[in-house]
């Protein structure tokens, strides 16, 4: 039975997501679903590839995953099938697979499809070419190699000898805050120094915990989580909403309107001393 994972940014408030559903198990019965998330954000991409790459990560080899991201933001006439780490990856050809792999794929494919269709009438034609894969045939058979597709760079936090800026990735439900700033690119400019984690003008953390339970009920606390990452929260507190913290935008970063809000902040500074 061949597992195929389904994460996209349509909501689950209409029939879309069931339909696409319906569509994967008309062409292969045999398929084992699993729902990721239907609530990817289209203008945080950063936190779509930190949500899906933590996710993949877990799931056994030849996990088929479909992403539904952004499909219309760059009007390619195909999509992408990719093979990486012993997964297979399905998503629009719009910059956010090497977002998500921080690389380019051991292997890419084009399939075609007419662009300028419904959009389950496209979703119809993936679900063919899932039940193709998942049986376990040949991708060649149904979409042509690719050497160039739209490449975007996943968001680095920033570096000198006395600081570390990150971006905010991901507010989960419980308004605790995820920065890109990993464990290791924290130890590698750290150094052995002591440091304050600045947020929202005087307000800072200055030690790391190791979970939720090591702090009092509503003390500041930041830690590295699961996946690896700086998380700053409050115990039994919500951190994001009561210092104005937000996620990363891509369209306010672009136009340059992030340090422009002086109620909402998207960065958090690591100054070592």
């Not at 203008?43 to 799931?59: D, H, K, R, V």
């Amino acid at each position: 039975m061949a597992l195929v994972t389904l994460s996209t940014d349509i909501g689950q408030q209409d029939y879309i997501v069931p339909a696409i559903k319906g569509q994967l198990l008309s062409n292969a019965a045999n398929l084992q679903l699993v729902d990721v998330t239907h609530y990817l954000s289209q203008s945080n991409l950063p936190e779509a590839a930190y949500l899906c790459s933590n996710a993949f990560s877990y799931y056994p080899a030849n996990t088929i995953h479909l992403v539904l991201l952004n499909f219309f933001e760059i009007s390619k006439p195909h999509i992408l099938i990719a093979k990486h780490n012993k997964q297979i990856i399905v998503c629009a050809d719009n910059g956010w697979l090497t977002m998500l792999l921080e690389q380019m794929p051991t292997e890419v494919y084009a399939l075609p499809i007419n662009i300028k269709q419904p959009f389950l009438k496209i979703t119809e034609q993936i679900a063919k070419a899932v039940a193709h894969i998942s049986e376990g045939k040949l991708i060649t058979e149904i979409a042509l190699p690719i050497s160039e597709i739209v490449v975007k760079h996943p968001l680095k936090p920033t570096a000198s000898e006395s600081w570390i800026k990150g971006q905010i990735i991901f507010i989960d439900n419980f308004e605790n805050v995820v920065i890109n700033i990993t464990k290791a690119f924290f130890e590698e400019h750290r150094k052995g120094r002591s440091f304050k984690i600045a947020f929202k003008r005087n307000e800072t953390i200055e030690a790391l915990s190791n979970n939720y339970l090591s702090i009092p009920e509503g003390e500041k606390l930041a830690w590295f989580n699961s996946a690896g990452y700086l998380e700053i929260a409050i115990n039994k507190g919500n951190m994001a909403g009561l210092f104005g913290l937000q996620g990363f935008n891509e369209i306010m970063y672009k136009e340059g309107k992030a340090m422009q809000n002086k109620w909402f902040y998207q960065t958090i500074t690591v100054f070592f001393e």
